[in-house]
């Protein structure tokens, strides 16, 4: 009987802990926020160079809420042809597409955490049905413009 016991309850304990190891990943696709956010930057630009402490600790802090977290370099040909169907002429911009590729916001320009955490909140609000309407347009300090 006591082994019984022990066996059921390794058993259960073994199943909590995978359950628990299952979830140390962030959240599941599921339970993403469908939005996109897409940094189109260049290595030398300036204004992007200012921007990546930021958006290191933006892609650490949502990363794992929203659908897609995306940095195209448009120093590369690849890059340079995405920045062109997105009819970006200025790095650093900021792109936030909902799950069906819909362009919901954009800022063209180098911007601070807040206002760059203001964006993607309100990006995440737009998605899930609870934006509060009109909005102000969030300040920018400057970008560079992307070769042709």
């Known amino acids: 009987m006591k082994r019984t016991v022990t066996i059921?309850?390794?058993?259960?304990?073994?199943?909590?802990?995978?359950?628990?190891?299952?979830?140390?990943?962030g959240a599941s696709p599921e339970e993403?926020?469908?939005?996109?956010?897409?940094?189109?930057?260049?290595?030398?630009?300036?204004?992007?160079?200012?921007?990546e402490p930021t958006i290191e600790k933006l892609q650490r802090d949502y990363e794992s809420k929203i659908y897609k977290f995306e940095i195209i370099d448009v120093s590369t040909e690849?890059?340079?042809?995405?920045?062109?169907?997105?009819?970006?002429?200025?790095t650093p911009t900021f792109v936030l597409l909902d799950a069906d590729g819909n362009e919901l916001d954009r800022i063209s320009g180098a911007a601070t955490e807040e206002n760059m955490v203001k964006f993607i909140e309100r990006g995440?609000?737009?998605?899930?049905?609870?934006?509060?309407?009109?909005?102000?347009?969030?300040?920018?300090?400057?970008?560079?413009?992307?070769?042709?």
């Open 8 to 25: 059921v309850l390794a058993l259960a304990l073994s199943a909590a802990l995978l359950a628990g190891l299952a979830g140390c990943g």
């Open 32 to 51: 993403k926020v469908p939005l996109h956010f897409i940094q189109f930057f260049d290595p030398d630009c300036p204004f992007c160079k200012q921007m």
């Open 78 to 90: 690849e890059g340079l042809r995405q920045a062109d169907e997105f009819g970006v002429f200025i």
């Open 124 to 148: 995440m609000d737009d998605v899930s049905g609870t934006s509060g309407g009109p909005r102000d347009e969030i300040p920018t300090t400057g970008g560079t413009e992307t070769g042709e």
